[in-house]
Every structure is written in structure tokens, then in C-alpha cells.
């Protein structure tokens, strides 16, 4: 009975646990007013680092299959376009480390693009579809995560549980001018400011 009483005490303890760094790990994503992000809302995507382009927005490039790939706006002036964020569980509240949908309107959602073995790179599109968490839509997902005091975006979908995914962040791949985001080694530093 001792022996029931402990492992009954051992698993107690362990849920306990994981509650905690479950709780840590939802905490909301706030804005550089430091309030919650809210699903639904505009929030323009801004780099930390000045000096190298502006907010997040779209262009075109040459041989794509989507017609728009996310890239970071040349002019640091320029606040970019604004997205809306949609987590996967239909939360109201944006949290660090969650499934998100991200889009700049209901037909420009993100994506992990196919692999472009021109510039062996994995480029972020805007060819998604929103919702319906799962296998088919594995590539349409992204997460805030914290970074040293500020944001990064990260590719690491959770959304299928037998999926093999790539988990990489999100940085920035200057193609003909442009800085286009893909996945890369050195992530993005980014902020959110609320669009009005």
C-alpha cells in the first residue's frame, strides 16, 4: 500500500510540474506598449534592429508558384502592411510558443514555401490556408517566440503529432535587392506594434 501511496505521490508531483512549465510557457506576446496581442486584431510586424529596412510586407518574384512571398520592406521608414494572427486553439489571446496562423488578408496567409534549390533556401509565401489544424495544412504555422528581451518568428509546428517538420526560425535572405524571409540560422528580431 506504501508503495501505491508513493507512486501515486511521485506522479502528483510530476503533473504539478508540468503544469508549471506548461503555464510559462503560454505567456501572451505583448506589443511594444506591452499589452497581450489579441487574435483578430492588426499588428504591424517591426524589426528590433534599425538600419536595415522596415516592417513586414509583400512583393512578387519571378518563377513562383505563389504569386507573394513575405519579405521585410526596404525603406525603414515604412511600417510594412499588418497582419492578423489566428492560434490554432482559437484563443483570444496571442501566446509565446503557439501555433499561429499569420496573414496580411484572408487570401495572403503564410507558408513554408517548397524548397528553392536555386538559392537553397525555404522561403515564407503567402499561399496558406487558415485553420483546420493538421497534416495538410502542417506548413501554415509559426510561433512567437521570446529572444533575448524582444520576439522571433519560428517555423516548428505542433499542429500534427506524426509529422516530421523542420524547426528552424525565421530570418532574413536578401534575393536582387529584396529581403526576403526564409528560414535561416539567424533570426529576425522583431517587435509588434498595435495597427490603428
Known amino acids: 500500500m506504501s508503495s501505491l501511496l508513493y507512486i501515486f505521490l511521485l506522479f502528483a508531483v510530476f503533473i504539478s510540474h508540468r503544469g508549471a512549465t506548461t503555464e510559462a510557457a503560454v505567456e501572451p506576446v505583448k506589443d511594444i506598449n506591452g499589452k497581450p496581442?489579441?487574435?483578430?486584431?492588426?499588428?504591424?510586424?517591426?524589426?528590433?534592429?534599425?538600419?536595415?529596412?522596415?516592417?513586414?510586407?509583400?512583393?512578387?518574384?519571378?518563377?513562383?508558384?505563389?504569386?507573394?512571398?513575405?519579405?521585410?520592406?526596404?525603406?525603414?521608414?515604412?511600417?510594412?502592411?499588418?497582419?492578423?494572427?489566428?492560434?490554432?486553439?482559437?484563443?483570444?489571446?496571442?501566446?509565446?510558443?503557439?501555433?499561429?496562423?499569420?496573414?496580411?488578408?484572408?487570401?495572403?496567409?503564410?507558408?513554408?514555401?517548397?524548397?528553392?534549390?536555386?538559392?537553397?533556401?525555404?522561403?515564407?509565401?503567402?499561399?496558406?490556408?487558415?485553420?483546420?489544424?493538421?497534416q495538410k495544412t502542417v506548413g501554415n504555422w509559426f510561433k512567437i517566440d521570446e529572444f533575448e528581451k524582444d520576439y522571433k518568428i519560428r517555423f516548428c509546428p505542433t499542429v500534427c503529432n506524426f509529422c516530421k517538420v523542420i524547426c528552424r526560425d525565421v530570418g532574413v535572405f536578401v534575393q536582387d535587392g529584396k529581403r526576403r524571409l526564409a528560414l535561416s540560422e539567424v533570426p529576425l528580431k522583431v517587435m509588434f506594434k498595435k495597427a490603428y
Open 37 to 134: 496581442l489579441l487574435a483578430g486584431y492588426n499588428y504591424y510586424i517591426l524589426p528590433v534592429v534599425r538600419g536595415r529596412g522596415g516592417g513586414l510586407t509583400m512583393s512578387h518574384f519571378k518563377n513562383e508558384t505563389c504569386p507573394r512571398s513575405v519579405i521585410q520592406d526596404q525603406f525603414e521608414v515604412s511600417q510594412g502592411l499588418p497582419v492578423k494572427f489566428s492560434p490554432y486553439d482559437k484563443s483570444r489571446i496571442v501566446r509565446v510558443s503557439t501555433d499561429q496562423n499569420i496573414k496580411f488578408s484572408p487570401t495572403s496567409i503564410w507558408e513554408l514555401a517548397n524548397f528553392d534549390e536555386r538559392t537553397s533556401q525555404w522561403f515564407i509565401s503567402t499561399c496558406g490556408v487558415e485553420g483546420n489544424p493538421g
